[in-house]
């Protein structure tokens, strides 16, 4: 039995291409030569106080409390400190940039596409009988079972049946069409009618519908947002060349 492997950049950079991670690098290295170009451009430049404290907000996310567990965290990654920094840079440059093209846009952006942005708690059973969903249902309508009761004989995944179906905090992107139509026109707290789709019947309680507000956090998500969408239509106008003779 092995007892020690040793691993080179070259086997690291084949891997990479036999599992089909090249086209993501290559996007991510393009992105960041144009945001390096134009932040030169427009003169936008980071500071080391900038620096400093996005580092801070990334370890106390990461939880390295310490300079041990942060130098434990880089080994694991095979990153060097200077990689590091460079990595911190590349972050806070692409949020000044962000902010230079398009704080102005933020607001108009936010409520021309608030329904984008509202969030709703659900709860779900999804049975692969319609049926029997519809037995589950009207159960609950008539108040001979509590749907959280039902989740607990019929929701497979333990976490899941133990917070009685609990599906979390959910926006429209993280739903089907078949989902979120009905989801996001409920009339909270509600039991939908099931739901067929290619998954099964699905029953969902709607506890709660939340109207966004345009706080800081949505306000540098809707930043990153415009970002995104900005690099890709740079990304088309790009001829990208290869070198990948390794």
Same mark, same amino acid.
């Given at each position: 039995?092995?007892?020690?492997?040793?691993?080179?950049? @070259?086997? !690291?950079?084949?891997?990479?291409?036999?599992?089909?991670?090249?086209?993501?690098?290559?996007?991510? !290295?393009?992105?960041?030569?144009?945001?390096?170009?134009?932040?030169?451009?427009? &003169?936008?430049?980071?500071? =080391? $106080?900038?620096?400093?404290?996005?580092?801070?907000?990334?370890?106390?996310?990461?939880?390295?409390? /310490?300079?041990?567990?942060?130098?434990?965290w880089l080994d694991n990654r095979g990153l060097t400190i200077e990689d590091f920094e460079e990595m911190?840079?590349?972050?806070?440059?692409?949020?000044?940039?962000?902010?230079? *093209?398009?704080? @102005?846009?933020?607001?108009s952006y936010f409520f021309e596409n608030k329904i984008n942005y509202t969030t709703a708690i659900i709860?779900?059973?999804? #049975?692969?009988?319609? @049926?029997?969903?519809? $037995?589950?249902?009207?159960?609950?309508?008539?108040?001979?079972?509590?749907?959280?009761?039902?989740?607990? &004989?019929? #929701? =497979? @995944?333990?976490?899941?049946?133990?917070?009685?179906?609990?599906?979390g905090v959910v926006n429209r992107k993280q739903l089907n069409p078949e989902l979120s139509a009905p989801?996001?026109?409920?009339? =909270? =707290? &509600?039991?939908?009618?099931?739901?067929?789709?290619?998954?099964?019947?699905?029953?969902?309680? %709607?506890?709660?519908?939340?109207?966004?507000?345009?706080?800081?956090?949505?306000?540098?998500?809707? *930043?990153?947002?415009?970002?995104?969408?900005?690099?890709? /239509?740079?990304? $088309?106008?790009? $001829? %990208?060349?290869?070198? *990948? /003779? /390794?």
């Amino acid at each position: 039995m092995l007892e020690q492997i040793k691993i080179t950049q @070259d086997q !690291i950079f084949h891997q990479a291409k036999l599992s089909g991670q090249i086209p993501n690098v290559v996007k991510a !290295i393009t992105e960041t030569e144009i945001i390096n170009a134009t932040a030169q451009e427009k &003169q936008i430049e980071t500071t =080391p $106080e900038e620096l400093q404290k996005a580092a801070d907000t990334f370890r106390a996310a990461n939880q390295l409390t /310490s300079a041990d567990e942060t130098w434990k965290w880089l080994d694991n990654r095979g990153l060097t400190i200077e990689d590091f920094e460079e990595m911190i840079h590349n972050s806070v440059l692409r949020a000044k940039l962000a902010s230079h *093209l398009f704080a @102005d846009q933020v607001e108009s952006y936010f409520f021309e596409n608030k329904i984008n942005y509202t969030t709703a708690i659900i709860y779900e059973i999804c #049975v692969e009988d319609e @049926d029997l969903a519809m $037995e589950l249902f009207y159960a609950i309508q008539e108040g001979e079972a509590n749907f959280h009761e039902l989740a607990h &004989q019929y #929701v =497979p @995944d333990p976490e899941q049946r133990r917070q009685g179906g609990y599906r979390g905090v959910v926006n429209r992107k993280q739903l089907n069409p078949e989902l979120s139509a009905p989801i996001f026109a409920a009339n =909270p =707290p &509600q039991v939908l009618k099931p739901i067929l789709t290619s998954t099964g019947a699905h029953l969902i309680f %709607v506890e709660e519908l939340i109207e966004p507000e345009l706080s800081q956090q949505l306000s540098q998500k809707i *930043l990153s947002d415009l970002l995104t969408q900005w690099l890709n /239509s740079q990304l $088309e106008k790009i $001829e %990208v060349f290869q070198e *990948l /003779s /390794s």
